[in-house]
């Protein structure tokens, strides 16, 4: 059996159920991690503040990664590797945006801010309850000079998110354009996956990704999943999203990661 030293978990479909609480089995194998010499990783297309929400309901100290690989922070929250968009770039992209005319829900992020268009399109508002963080009203022109651009989210109707994300990366084919849910579609600057992030990650702390697990369920998750050295797809995910792992375990209702650890010789029996 590999050696393995990473444990690398989205968040969303993955780490967390359908009623956003990680499961006793699940939480009590990741907590023990560190005790086998294992280190445990949360990574998401959620902004820093929306993950420690998670962190700290839990009592989970790790480090994690944001934005689909744009942020590393470490456990402490110091900032180990960020990669985002330039104002200008962001900015054409804006501006297409708005020209799509799709009805979509714009949001920008940098390491420390996440500004939406419209505080009061119900859609902005869900996702602060979902992700349990706070938004404010703005724009570009609000961020001071200088300021990176870690992500551009979209919020658009499932019917309508294929046509955009197409038309995307046509038009700006040198950035990362991807879906992490049916109605969310991610832009980061070009290069940023979870893959990726995971290799910096990785290095830093002397290891690499062939004795890493990663543990997703979503299109955001597919170049983890086929570059860890055991990417576990959710029994949930698309099937798209699952034929592209080396495994598929449970879902995130039946403690999917725990039995997948245990298999792996990561947990121990309930």
């Not at 445990?40 to 820093?48: D, E, G, H, N, T």
């Not at 046509?163 to 950035?175: C, M, Y």
């Not at 029994?235 to 039946?254: F, G, S, Y």
């Amino acid at each position: 059996m590999r050696n393995y030293q990473m444990v690398f978990s989205d968040i969303d479909g993955t780490l967390l159920d359908t009623d956003n609480h990680i499961t006793r089995r699940t939480l009590a194998a990741v907590r023990a991690l560190p005790a086998r010499g294992v280190s445990f990783v949360v990574i998401s297309a959620r902004s820093p503040a929306g993950i420690r929400t998670v962190l700290t309901e839990y009592g989970l100290k790790c480090p994690l990664v944001a934005y689909s690989g744009g942020l590393i922070l470490d456990e402490c929250g110091k900032t180990l590797y960020s990669r985002g968009m330039s104002r200008q770039c962001a900015e054409e992209v804006l501006q297409y945006l708005e020209g799509l005319r799709c009805g979509l829900c714009w949001n920008l992020f940098t390491p420390e801010e996440w500004l939406v268009k419209d505080k009061r399109d119900p859609r902005a508002r869900r996702e602060e309850r979902f992700v349990g963080a706070q938004s404010r009203e703005g724009s570009l022109a609000d961020l001071p000079n200088g300021a990176e651009v870690s992500k551009i989210l979209c919020m658009c109707a499932e019917e309508k998110i294929k046509e955009a994300e197409e038309r995307i990366k046509e038009r700006f084919s040198a950035l990362s354009v991807v879906r992490s849910a049916d109605t969310l579609l991610e832009i980061m600057a070009p290069g940023v996956n979870k893959a990726a992030a995971m290799d910096v990650l990785c290095g830093m702390l002397g290891t690499d990704a062939a004795h890493a697990v990663a543990f997703g369920d979503n299109y955001n998750d597919v170049e983890m999943l086929r570059h860890a050295g055991c990417g576990v797809a959710m029994e949930n995910a698309p099937e798209e999203v699952k034929r592209q792992a080396a495994r598929v375990t449970l879902d995130n209702d039946h403690d999917g990661i725990w039995h997948a650890l245990l298999r792996l010789g990561l947990a121990d029996p309930a």
